[in-house]
């Protein structure tokens, strides 16, 4: 296309290890890189750019635990110089990472500062300037593609890491295009009887379409939806809703997005846990992983109805306790104040018992 810089970013993946970190345990976690790239064309002099790389935690089972400080990823713009960041100024988005950037390599990295669990996702961003005036010509550089994944000691068992995910080059990954919509917000909301997809996009930019996918492993993916996308706007607004779901089944969900040149990107996946129904009542929960507030979704029970609700930590602790609640009015907890770890959330009302499992994050 017609004024794109060729962008030269090699985003690589490396798994190194804390060994002040008292949790590290074997498991077998599995970082990704899902996708990156600009939100403009070209970047001038002094004109400056966003660049967002997107990251998903996998695993063979959602209890996977990742240490802080066992993980990076490493951007390297191009060594000509063309564009270049000032410092930490330039974190628009940490998503979890502590960020460092190293100027004579003109490189970036970023170490995971916080525990992490399987189905967590995150958007960085960081801002780049231009330096030389190159008046959006092309300029040609060669793409370094590199493979660097490599245990640094300490808790390498901690991960199984599949190395084909963890590098995006230009035409692997890194679009070099602006990047076609900008996704503010994707979550998925469990109920007894389907899974409530939203997402909200900032903006859209020669959009052709994109697939709502879903997967009960995380690794296949069927398109269950499509949307059809448009050539310019903001602030769009999705709903969807799956029914072809069981209850007490995890599903995981992702969005395929293709532009009108026929490149495509992926955001997410997110992670769906189905409850257990008990007739017409049933709790769900959600988001998941969760920050501050957990919403509760509970269903079926009588305006009168009382019960209790406990939360308890992931060796049967109890945290909190609501008693003698009405079920019907109670909505969310807030759970900013609870360190990081999987949770359970256990409501008794009529009889009955309903317990759904959470992820905790800071």
């Not at 500062?113 to 300037?129: T, W």
């Not at 997967?215 to 949307?227: E, G, K």
């Not at 008693?323 to 009955?352: A, M, N, P, W």
Request: glycine fraction near 8%; charged fraction near 20%; hydrophobic fraction near 40%.
């Amino acid at each position: 296309m017609k004024n794109i810089i060729k962008l030269m970013i090699v985003l690589l993946f490396s798994v190194y290890v804390n060994h002040s970190y008292s949790q590290c345990q074997t498991d077998d976690c599995d970082p990704a890189l899902t996708g990156a790239g600009f939100n403009v064309q070209c970047i001038d002099l002094d004109g400056t750019a966003i660049f967002t790389v997107s990251w998903f935690m996998g695993s063979g089972d959602w209890n996977c635990t990742v240490p802080p400080g066992s993980w990076k990823i490493q951007v390297s713009f191009p060594a000509s110089k063309y564009w270049v960041s000032d410092g930490p100024q330039d974190i628009v988005e940490a998503a979890g990472f502590d960020w460092v950037y190293t100027a004579h390599n003109n490189t970036w990295n970023g170490t995971n500062n916080r525990q992490m669990y399987f189905g967590e996702s995150g958007n960085a961003m960081l801002r780049a300037r231009g330096e030389i005036s190159t008046n959006c010509a092309p300029i040609n550089i060669p793409v370094n593609i590199q493979i660097l994944s490599q245990a640094f000691g300490g808790c390498p068992q901690a991960f199984s890491n599949d190395i084909s995910d963890d590098v995006l080059t230009p035409g692997k990954g890194v679009s070099e295009t602006p990047m076609p919509i900008i996704l503010s917000r994707f979550v998925a909301k469990p109920t007894c009887t389907f899974v409530g997809l939203e997402f909200d996009l900032e903006s859209e930019l020669n959009n052709d379409f994109m697939e709502i996918q879903r997967s009960a492993d995380a690794r296949s993916f069927t398109t269950i939806n499509r949307i059809p996308g448009k050539v310019q706007a903001e602030l769009t607004k999705h709903y969807f809703k799956d029914f072809d779901v069981n209850e007490g089944s995890t599903y995981y969900y992702r969005l395929r997005q293709v532009d009108l040149d026929g490149r495509e990107n992926i955001f997410g996946p997110i992670v769906a846990h189905m409850p257990v129904c008990n007739g017409v009542r049933s709790m769900a929960v959600y988001p998941n992983p969760v920050m501050d507030r957990l919403n509760l979704d509970i269903q079926g029970f009588d305006v009168t109805d009382q019960g209790d609700i406990t939360i308890l930590n992931s060796i049967g602790e109890v945290v909190e306790t609501f008693k003698g609640i009405t079920v019907k009015e109670f909505k969310d907890i807030d759970v900013s104040r609870y360190q990081s770890g999987v949770y359970s959330v256990q409501l008794e009302s009529v009889g009955s018992v309903f317990v759904q499992k959470f992820v905790k994050i800071i």
